[in-house]
């Protein structure tokens, strides 16, 4: 097994000339001086006292710095610990006081405000996205590090902490195997190679953004069209400088806003892809009348990287996130006693394969609870394979409406509303009623311009569904709550509408 530092080095010395970075407006960034950087990182990461093993937690800005950063993190044995830009203070007091890191790397404007928390066990140094701040200039005097920590497919390589919609964040322990044999998956899946030149438009701290497109491109020896955010007409400009984009379901939303996304703006592309949240099958089949692509969505989670995708080559359908990529099985289970259903029926996703986590940092018993007896991990999410052989999510466990006695699976009702005419998109949550437990409510938004009525929904969707399954009250709001990586968050709504039925 290469790492994914090896891989790199490997493709730094194929090409060292070769632009890894590619901004806007700014000079191109080669792999020799990616390389360089690294290295020099590297080399401060030792003096610092990081040791293999030890966790090297980051809130920076993206950066090309900040993917140094990571591969000298790799390259001296450390644990890769990225955190969300947008979380506060006590939030990151809490990540620092469980993950115990050797070093705390920050932006230069919040060195001050983070430096009390430096002590024996841990160093806090600044790294900005203009290759400023403390740690770069600890590397410009530094003599890189040419040699790497030998690490094993079991050593660990990152922690990536959950989003603790139910409890604490818990952290997901991924090894160099984890990251290594989900790379090649993908590679081989997607026939990402040393040609392609991607659009990142993504966060770093998250599955997508670093593991999935940053990795895919530096063991490909492939090109980064860097932005720091994402902007549709931007986004349009730049795909006849490229052959690939990875993004979220709202990037596909914004991008079918744009007059000028057309066959011609999108012939030098080659593939689309979309994850971290559902997209819709509207969005889906208009993306594909204008631009003749059709998106590839693919399924994957913190603990297990990428599980499944649809085909590269042969149909991509709305709704479905395809099969299990090579080397990875999945399956579908009764959700108490874990006997595999046949196809069709809805049950727990597990998986097992080389791309699931070892474990939750410092948790045994959690990690324990979410491993069956044969090693398949239960995912938390509920969905069913088709006869086609497609996976198909219908959505979180904790999300299940269980309304008098019935279970209600909320992606079936969601998408008969998505269809009505003057609906944008909808959210069907359960939230406590006097009779029947929880009572079924669907949140809507309203395309621009339109304002379908609670009677208008209630009498199209009503020969479609059971009694049981239909919405005791339809909510109108102007947006849905988001996380960063456009994932609606479902427990927001169930707290604002925790007393409608009371």
Known sequence: MQTIYESFLTSAEAQPDKALFRRPDQPDVSYAQIRELTQKLAAVLTGIGVQPGDRVAVQTDKSPEAICLYLATLQVGGVYLPLNTAYTGAEIDYFLGDASPRLFVCTPASLDQHKSRAGDALSVESLGASGDGSLAELARDAAPMTEAVAREKDDPAAILYTSGTTGRSKGAVLTHGNLASNTEALLQSWHYSAEDVLIHALPIFHTHGLFVAVNMTLVAGSSLIWLTKFDADQAVSLMSDATVLMGVPTFYTRLLKSDRLDRDATQNMRLFVSGSAPLLAEDHRSFEDRTGHAILERYGMTETCMITTNPYDGARKPGAVGM?????????????????????????IEVRGPNVFEGYWQMPEKTASEFRDDGFFITGDLGQIGEDGYLRIVGRDKDLVISGGYNVYPKEIEALIDDLPGVLESAVIGVPHPDLGEGVTAVVVPQ?????????????????????????????VEELPRNVMGKVQKAELRKSYAELYR
């Open 324 to 348: 299990a990529l090579p080397g990875i099985e999945i399956r579908v289970t009764d959700r108490e006693t874990g006997k595999a259903l046949p196809d069709g029926e809805i049950g727990a």
């Open 448 to 476: 621009p311009g339109a304002a379908p009525s609670e009677d208008d929904i209630f009498s199209a969707i009503g020969d479609s569904l059971a009694r049981y399954k239909q919405p005791k009250k339809i909510i109108f």
